[in-house]
Structures are given as C-alpha cells and as structure tokens.
C-alpha cells in the first residue's frame, strides 16, 4: 500500500531563517506530487507540483521553492522566511487526476 | 467569483441527522469531483470521488453530482460525532497529466451526542 511521509510536523522558526520540509511517499512509481498551504480556516492553496523529477511548476509567486531530487521525494525550501509564510503544509500525491492523498502535514509558525 | 463556493459553516445538528453538504463551481470542464475530510491539525483524508454526473454511495455516504447546475452534493446518514471534521469538496477538469485540484473553503461540521 501507499503512503506520504512528512517532516517536521511542527516547526517554529524566526523572520529570514531558512526553511527545509520533506515529503516522501512510499508504494508507489512516478507520482504526481503537490505542496499546498492552508492558512487558518482558510482552504487550500496549491504552491508547486511537478510530474518528474526536476519538474517543478510554481502556482503561486513567493518566496518559496521546491524540488524533486527524486521521484517519490519532495522539497519545499525558502531562503528567508516571511511572518506570512506561517501556516499548515501538506504535501499530495496522485497517479489518476481523481485520486489525490495528503500526508499529515507540518504545521509551520514564523515568529 | 472564486471557481468553487462552500459554505464555511460551522454547521451543529445532531446525532443521527441527515447532513447535506453542498459546492457550486463555475467551470464546467469540471470532470472529477471529490469530497475531502479533514480533522481538526490533519492532513485531508479522500472520502468519495465522483467522474461526471451521477450519484455514488459509500455506507453512510453519497456524492451527488448535477453537472447541468453545477452543484455537487455529499449526504451523511445517521450522522455520528466522529463525522465532527470540516469538509473540502475539490474538482479537477483532468486533462493533461498534472491532476490538479480546486478546493472549496471547507464546512466545519459538528455532530452533537
């Protein structure tokens, strides 16, 4: 069976440090992968996705970025990081466009 | 206009009610329709998806799609305080190969014992 890592799930970090969350996914060849943000009570919004490795397609203009060193690997980094950049990550994951499965998320809080 | 409307809630019935959650989208290459649960600091958990008009049933669960109105549906019968999570309809059009979904906003639900 399949399933999505994530990691940390908690992170606190000061304004302009830099910022690394993993995704992996196990179970499964050349998925789909997605990172999203959703801010309190608010729903999703899609960041990246990428359909390869070193795919990568930007949904949003930020300060942030992602990569796909390999297929079932996922990273969101930033250089400096914004208080606007608090919030909950989930990484996604699909190989059919009716199916898509999030991992439990990293709860980021920039202070 | 956003391209999928939900109704944020919160919405209190309870145990045992029939709970009717409802989006409208404006996109009419919507294909897949899916209903998303997501409990309070969780990831989402897929619950039902749908391909096209129609209604599918799943236990206490059904997805209902009216593509000529563009609104979709999901009815929890014999509702249970577990069901108490918020609720994210997504659509995808499905073409090409990137799979990506809109999300609604999300309905809280509280099922009270």
């Known amino acids: 069976s399949q399933t999505i890592h994530q990691w940390p799930a908690t992170l606190v970090q000061p304004v302009g440090s830099p910022l690394s969350l993993e995704c992996t996914v196990e179970g499964t060849s050349n998925p789909n992968l997605y990172w999203y943000r959703q801010a309190a009570g608010r729903g999703l919004q899609l960041l990246f996705y990428s359909v390869g490795i070193g795919q990568i397609s930007s949904e949003v203009p930020q300060n942030l970025s992602a990569s796909r060193p390999q297929d079932r690997q996922f990273i969101l980094s930033s250089k400096k990081l914004l208080l606007s950049d608090s919030g909950f990550y989930l990484c996604?994951?699909?190989?059919?466009?009716?199916?898509?499965?999030f991992g439990p998320g990293t709860r980021l809080l920039v202070l | 206009q956003k391209e999928v409307e939900q109704d944020p809630g919160p919405l209190s019935v309870p145990e045992g009610a029939i709970v009717s959650l409802n989006c409208t989208y404006s996109?009419?290459?919507?294909?897949?329709f899916m209903w998303y649960r997501q409990y309070s600091r969780k990831g989402p958990e897929l619950l039902m998806y749908t391909y096209s008009s129609g209604n599918k049933e799943d236990g206490r669960f059904t997805a209902q799609v009216d593509k000529s109105s563009k609104y979709i549906s999901l009815f929890i019968r014999d509702s249970q305080p577990s069901d108490s999570a918020t609720y994210l309809c997504?659509?995808?059009?499905?073409?090409?190969?990137?799979?990506?979904?809109?999300f609604g906003q999300g309905t809280t639900l509280q099922v009270k014992p």
């Open positions: 996604a994951w699909s190989v059919l466009p009716e199916t898509q499965y």
């Open positions: 996109n009419s290459a919507f294909q897949y």
């Open positions: 997504a659509m995808s059009a499905g073409s090409g190969n990137t799979g990506k979904l809109i």
